[in-house]
Each structure stands twice: as C-alpha cells, then as structure tokens.
C-alpha cells in the first residue's frame, strides 16, 4: 500500500538559511499534517490542511510558512533556520471522513549547522 | 484544554514479560479521538489504534491489547509476552472533535525488551 512520502529525508543547513520541505500524502487523502519532533521530545503539531485550506495551527513559528497544492502535496518553508529548528519533521495524512486516523511519513531529518 | 499524560518515561522488561503502558488524558470534549503510536529506533511513526470517545470496547490485536476507561480518562495499552522486536518508544496521543484538526502526543513511554 502507498504510503505517505516526505522529501528530502535528510537535509543539512547553515543558520539563516533556508529549507523547503515536501510532503506527497496517501493517494485520496484530504488532509496533511506538519509535525516537528526535537530529540527525545514528542511531535508538536504545527500545521494541518483539509482541502487545501489551513484547518489549524500549533506552534509553528512566524519564519516557517506552509500550504497544500492542488495536487494535495504539501511544502513546509522554513526561513532563517536556527540551531534550535534542527529536528525531525514528520508529515502525516488523513481522510477526514476517518476521524483522523493519522498515517506519518518516515519524516526528515533537519540539522542546522 | 487537551493534554495526554504517560507517567512512565523508560520500561524495562525481559522478553516474554507482559507490559502495560499507561495514558491519562484530559479534555473538555464529549467527542474524541485516541491515539497510540509506535516508534522504533529507526525513527518512523506506526499508528497502531484509534478509538473513539463514545466506543468503550476494549480492542484486543495479536499480542495488543487496550484498556479505555472512560470514568478514569485513561487509555492503557498492554503488550503480552514482550519481544525484543517491542523496543521503542510509544506515544498515546488525543485529537478533540471541536478542537480543529490538532493532535497532542504525550511524552512518550521508552520501552526496553531484553532477551
């Protein structure tokens, strides 16, 4: 079975960069998820969208700026990264009509440098 | 406001062992939705069940069992005779219907299977 797929699956950056990443949800899946996981931390959700709209917001930060395409993929963009964004992001999707049920993505690995 | 507590941070048991990890949750819903999630050492996430507020059953899958207990906000899971493949961390986690599409994860339980 598809599964959800996230790219680049490991990124390295310097401070002040920037980094993009990509999100291809399960085939027919409305809603997508962004979550960041620090190192032995628990995923804090960021952000989600359901038909291409932002249907909620976490604690993602003013410099990182998302959205879902016509395709359903979604790009996570991330700007003047800082050491404390080094972490694991996952990406994650649903069918709404599913309550939810959330399948995740092997994730990325950020480190900034 | 939502929250998801799992007390036990690491547990060790040896190979054969049963192990129950708990959840406590809080929320001011009537309707919501129950997580847990298995994550390996290679890092992946594995959602392993969902249950929904107003469906008490306890679900039972091979060597899987869970234990929600409305009057007690609690979502216990139960491995039976632990592998060495169990090793990971598990996450219980909470998504309230009126609460948007966000899902609050717990900190997470470490377990250690020792052959």
């Known amino acids: 079975a598809a599964g959800v797929i996230q790219s680049p699956r490991h990124l390295i950056k310097e401070k002040r960069e920037t980094a993009t990443l990509k999100c291809y949800p399960i085939?027919?899946?409305?809603?997508v998820y962004w979550y960041q996981q620090g190192p032995g931390q628990d995923p804090q959700f960021l952000i989600s969208?359901?038909?291409?709209?932002?249907?909620d917001k976490g604690s993602i930060p003013d410099r990182f700026s998302a959205q879902q395409f016509s395709d359903y993929h979604s790009e996570l963009n991330m700007s003047s990264l800082e050491l404390g964004d080094s972490a694991l992001y996952f990406c994650?999707?649903?069918?709404?009509?599913?309550?939810?049920?959330?399948?995740f993505g092997p994730g990325t690995r950020l480190l900034v440098l | 406001a939502q929250k998801v507590t799992q007390a036990q941070t690491e547990i060790s048991v040896v190979e054969k062992e049963d192990v129950t990890l708990d959840c406590v949750y809080e929320?001011?819903?009537?309707?919501?939705?129950l997580f847990w999630y298995k994550q390996p050492p290679s890092g992946e996430l594995v959602f392993l069940i969902r249950?929904?507020?107003?469906?008490?059953q306890n679900e039972i899958s091979g060597r899987y069992s869970w234990n929600f207990q409305k009057s007690t906000s609690s979502f216990n899971f139960t491995i039976t005779a632990s592998q060495v493949v169990d090793s990971a961390v598990y996450f219980c986690?909470?998504?309230?219907?009126?609460?948007?599409?966000?899902?609050?994860f717990g900190a997470g339980t470490r377990l250690f299977v020792k052959a």
């Open positions: 994650a999707s649903s069918f709404k009509s599913q309550s939810r049920s959330q399948y």
């Open positions: 085939p027919r899946h409305d809603t």
């Open positions: 969208f359901y038909e291409k709209m932002q249907s």
């Open positions: 929320t001011r819903d009537t309707t919501y939705y």
């Open positions: 249950r929904n507020s107003f469906d008490e």
């Open positions: 986690a909470l998504s309230e219907d009126t609460g948007g599409f966000k899902t609050i």
